[in-house]
Structures are given as C-alpha cells and as structure tokens.
C-alpha cells in the first residue's frame, strides 16, 4: 500500500506544477500583450501629437483708432477717425525640418483689407555653417532697421514707423533669395546681408490704383550690434514698373540706435531715387524715448523732401486744366498728373507720444502728430492732389494696442 501513496502524491504534485505553470504562462501572455498595446498607443500619440520643439507659433495683434484734424490723409486718418489703418493681426509658423533647415510662414490680416489674410512671408531656410545662413521664398524686404518686425507695433517705441522715411516705399516684401553672414567679435556682432528677388503690389499713385512691378531687384545690407549701439547701412537697385514706364531706382539707408534699458535714442535716413518724373525723396527721423518702468514717452522728429523738383515743369493748375479741357492733348489722361509739381513734397513731423506696458505682452499707446511745413507744395498727402492745395498742415490723434503672444 505505501508505493501505491507516494504514487498518487507524485502525481497530484506534477498535476499541480502543470496547472501553476499554465497559469504562469498564461498571466505573462496578457501582459506581454497589454504592454505591446500600451507601446502601439504610446506611437499613435507621438506621431499624432506636434512636437513642440519641431513645430513653433507665435502671433501679433494691433487695434487702433485715429482721426485727424482734416481730410488730408495723414497715415490713412481723416477727420472721421477710423479703426483701420492700423488694426492688423499676424500669425506665424516655424517648422524646423532638420537641424539646419526651417520652414516660416507669416499670414497678415489688415483692417484696411476687411481682415482678410495675406501671405506676408513664406521661405525656407537653411544653415550651411554656424555663421553662414541662406533663405528663398517671399521675405520683407530689408530696407529700414525695423523692416523685420515692420507689423509688430509691439516691439516698437512708437504707435507707428516715422511715416516720412516708411512710407515713402509703398513694396514692404519680395520674392527671391538672400544670404547672411555674421562675423563675430568679443563683444559685438557684425552682419551682412545680399538678396535679390522681384516683387509685384496694387498701391495708390495720385489718387489711383496702379500695379507696381519691381523687377531685378539687387540689395545688402551691413549691420553691427552690441546690443546697446547698433549701425546699420544698406543699398538697393531694381528696376520697377509703373503705369507702362520702366524706371531705374535706387535705395539707400543709414542708421543707428542706441539702448540701454533706460535711454532710446534711433535715428534713420533714407534717399530714394527714381528715374524720370517719378519723385526722387531725401528723408530721415530722430526718435528719444526714455523708460520709467512701465512708461516710456517718446518724441520723434522727422522730414521728407523731393530733391528733383525741376523734373516736373507743370503747375498743378495748367496740368488740371489740360486734363479737363476738351480737345486738350491731355485731356482724361490723369497719369499726365506725374509731370506736374503735384508730385513734389517737403514735410516736417513732430510727434509725441507715450508707451504704456499695461500687463506681460500688451502695450497701450498714445500719440499725437503735427505734420506741417509744406512749403508750396501738398505735403505728400493724398488728400492734397486737387487743382489748389487745400491743406497746409495737419494734426493726428492716436490710440492703439499692441501685444505679441
């Protein structure tokens, strides 16, 4: 009877170690599969989600209101007052394809087009060395020290670019490629700029709706920083096409700024020169702004002036005649209006304004600018462009908000 107990002990022992160890096997299949779905998940997240240091966005807003003391025109204000000259928002994307390559992608939406968005920049760039980069696409056009954040009123002093040196060039972007290289010192940094490109835009001309071409367009730039003192000079030519004409033009700029947390001194001062009729201009500004804490005022003095006047030997009084004559020659043709002292401008601006940082990346900004000095011409303005010149100055009432996110 005893072989017949430690048989049946043995068999109930291997009975129970087969069971356990299918139970084993069993409960490691079901986490084998529960950890290989939580890594099927884990995937299906990682490519589903933006990586966030691949894929980049940031933005801007303005909201401002103006009106002027006349209907003269000055930055786009009459004396209706209007939120659109100046209200934009932006919208800008960074994906970074590689380590050195990157796409950017700027939409501009303006009050002035019912806020319907535009392409502003769209380039692709890539960094051949640590101080060698190039880009192609559509760009801003850098021909001023604050071309690059031209719509960010944010990380500007003022409510608005001095308009007597930014808005005597009516093309603020091209199409093309560019190169820029740093050379770097101890303290400062020293970079140059090349481009070339073409750009095409509707602009007012006289009163009318013209298509601007800029065709072979060449360009650099040379700037240097400290980051307290910066010293900027640049050139440009193209050739541009205007109501059928094909003009020479050329650009140049310098500039300099200084900051030192406190104390803001720019000053900028551009020519551009236009072959035939169309005005050559001379123009330039200098801003002070001083920072108490969240305040920092500012006052900006700044002047534009035709330099070829001589060019356009009709009065605005026989050339509006000639048009509106019957059997005249001219008669209908406005684009004659080009060969008229219409076109011929001195201006002087003072503006004074305040900048208050109200929270974290909104600033509130006020300023009032009196454009005066015309001399015996319309001040560039387009409400001026008539038979007798019917302002001789105007005043400009600004509020705006600015913040970048």
């Known amino acids: 009877m005893q072989p017949i107990k430690h048989t049946k002990k043995a068999l109930a022992l291997a009975l129970s170690?087969?069971?356990?160890?299918?139970?084993?096997?069993?409960?490691?299949?079901?986490?084998?599969?529960?950890q290989l779905e939580?890594?099927?998940?884990?995937?299906?997240?990682?490519?589903n989600k933006p990586d966030d240091n691949r894929l980049r966005f940031n933005g801007f807003l303005s909201v401002g209101y103006g009106l002027a003391s006349n209907d003269g025109g000055y930055a786009g204000?009459?004396?209706?007052?209007?939120?659109?000259?100046?209200s934009l928002f932006g919208l800008q994307g960074a994906f970074t394809l590689t380590d050195k390559t990157e796409v950017t992608m700027q939409l501009v939406g303006r009050g002035n087009d019912d806020w319907d968005p535009s392409i502003e920049w769209a380039y692709i760039s890539h960094q051949f060395t640590p101080v060698f980069k190039m880009r192609a696409g559509k760009m801003r056009l850098p021909l001023f020290m604050y071309s690059d954040s031209l719509e960010v009123g944010y990380a500007q002093p003022w409510i608005r670019p001095p308009e007597e040196v930014y808005g005597n060039v009516p093309v603020t972007s091209y199409t093309g490629i560019d190169g820029l290289?740093?050379?770097?010192?101890?303290?400062?940094?020293?970079?140059?700029?090349?481009?070339?490109?073409e750009s095409e835009e509707d602009i007012s001309n006289l009163g009318q709706a013209v298509r601007l071409e800029v065709n072979d367009l060449f360009g650099g730039s040379a700037t240097w920083t400290d980051f307290i003192w910066t010293l900027r000079g640049n050139l440009a030519t193209s050739e541009i096409t205007i109501g059928g004409d094909d003009l020479k033009t050329d650009f140049y700029g310098l500039g300099a700024s200084y900051n030192n947390g406190s104390l803001q001194v720019i000053s900028e001062f551009t020519r551009l020169e236009i072959e035939g009729p169309t005005p050559d201009t001379d123009s330039g500004y200098i801003t002070l702004a001083y920072t108490f804490g969240s305040l920092a005022p500012y006052f900006t003095y700044s002047m534009q002036e035709s330099t070829d006047d001589d060019e356009r030997p009709y009065s605005r009084e026989f050339i509006f005649n000639a048009i509106n004559t019957p059997g005249s020659p001219l008669f209908g043709q406005l684009s004659a209006l080009a060969l008229s002292d219409v076109q011929n401008s001195e201006r002087t601006a003072y503006s004074l304004g305040l900048r208050w940082d109200a929270m974290s990346n909104v600033a509130v900004k006020f300023d009032v600018t009196r454009a005066t000095d015309f001399g015996d011409t319309g001040g560039d303005l387009p409400g001026n462009v008539a038979p007798s010149i019917a302002y001789d100055d105007i005043d400009v009432y600004s509020i705006k908000i600015d913040s970048a996110f």
């Open 38 to 47: 939580q890594q099927v998940q884990n995937l299906q997240t990682q490519v």
């Open 77 to 86: 204000y009459t004396e209706e007052g209007s939120f659109n000259p100046e």
């Open 17 to 34: 170690s087969v069971i356990c160890s299918y139970a084993s096997v069993a409960q490691t299949s079901d986490e084998r599969i529960d």
């Open 181 to 197: 290289y740093d050379v770097n010192f101890d303290m400062s940094t020293l970079t140059f700029q090349a481009f070339m490109g």
